[in-house]
């Protein structure tokens, strides 16, 4: 990447009176957590419906809740890295609107970001199937210690699902209504490590430029909204955000 890339990114974020990211797994590489499509991504070793579809889980969700054990430490141990910090940062001074992420790692929140929305849902919390109740993840967690899975509800008995969106169902409902509408109304939009493939997400570049915004996208690997961005960058996320940050601050000054 280039320094007139991070100066024009900067200059297109100073510009802006609303901004907000839409990030993807890539932004948590560098917390050690896999992405799913790039070249070492979790998908090109467990095929995504036999896994992560609902009707995965709901043929056999003891042996979806072992799989998800196996996976869960590399999740719940991993840390916020730069790139979760300087979008932090940016909206702990007032450029940075709010953050739309597919990633259900929670990295965001533990970097300080307050205004997150997580339109595939959480990986820490679960939720019964049958009543609904939603259970933290310390009663899961014990369940999955005490290998008790699947891990059923406290209420009703119910079988738990992880609070996350499988393949097969429905985006939270409010949550993405929200997401359209900070979208429509932005006026710039940082895509962050996200292949731009999986709908209904990968739609709202194009409904934020539609509505006038500016795009930026930020990806190691091109993707296939590049050609309608303003300004594309083909690096790491973690250095690039953290000099973009820097560069804005230097320039506002
Ligand atoms: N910096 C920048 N980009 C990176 C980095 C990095 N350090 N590491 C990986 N990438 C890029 C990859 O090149 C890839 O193009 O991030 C992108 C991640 O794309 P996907 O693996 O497809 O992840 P995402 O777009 O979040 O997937 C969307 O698919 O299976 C579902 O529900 C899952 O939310 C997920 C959805």
Redesign the pocket.
Same mark, same amino acid.
């Given at each position: 990447m280039s320094e007139n890339q991070i100066r024009e990114a900067a200059h297109l974020i100073l510009d802006s009176t609303s901004t907000v990211a839409l !990030?993807?797994?890539?932004?948590s590489? =560098?917390s050690g957590i896999p992405?799913?499509?790039?070249p070492d991504?979790l998908?090109t070793k467990v095929d995504?419906m036999k896994f992560?579809s609902i009707n995965a889980f709901l043929s056999d969700p003891k042996a979806w809740w072992e799989t998800a054990a196996q996976l869960a430490p590399t999740l719940l141990d991993a840390k916020p890295n730069a &790139?979760h910090q300087a979008l932090a940062k940016l909206e702990k001074i007032g450029l940075l609107q709010c953050i739309i992420t $597919? +990633?259900?790692d929670g990295l965001h929140q533990r970097a300080g970001s307050q205004k997150v929305l997580e339109v595939?849902g959480n990986f820490g919390n679960a939720v019964c199937i049958v009543c609904h109740e939603r259970v933290n993840r310390r009663y899961v967690e014990r369940k999955i210690k005490k290998k008790q899975l699947p891990p059923t509800c406290p209420s009703c008995g119910g079988i738990l699902k992880i609070d996350a /969106?499988l393949?097969g169902e429905a985006l939270p409902q409010e949550i993405y209504r929200h997401a359209i509408k900070v979208v429509g109304d932005c006026q710039l939009m940082i895509v962050?490590?996200?292949?731009? !493939? /999986?709908y209904p /997400?990968a739609s709202l570049p194009n409904i934020a430029t539609q509505s006038g915004s500016k795009l930026i996208i930020? +990806? $190691? =690997?091109p !993707?296939l909204l590049d050609a309608t961005a303003d300004l594309v960058i083909h &690096?790491? &996320?973690?250095d !690039?955000l953290t000099r973009i940050f820097d560069q804005v601050r230097r320039t506002r000054r």
């Open positions: !990030t993807g797994a890539g932004i590489t =560098e992405d799913f499509r790039g991504g998908w995504p992560a &790139a $597919q +990633n259900i595939h /969106v393949f962050v490590g996200s292949s731009l !493939t /999986v /997400v930020l +990806n $190691q =690997e !993707t &690096a790491k &996320a973690g !690039t």
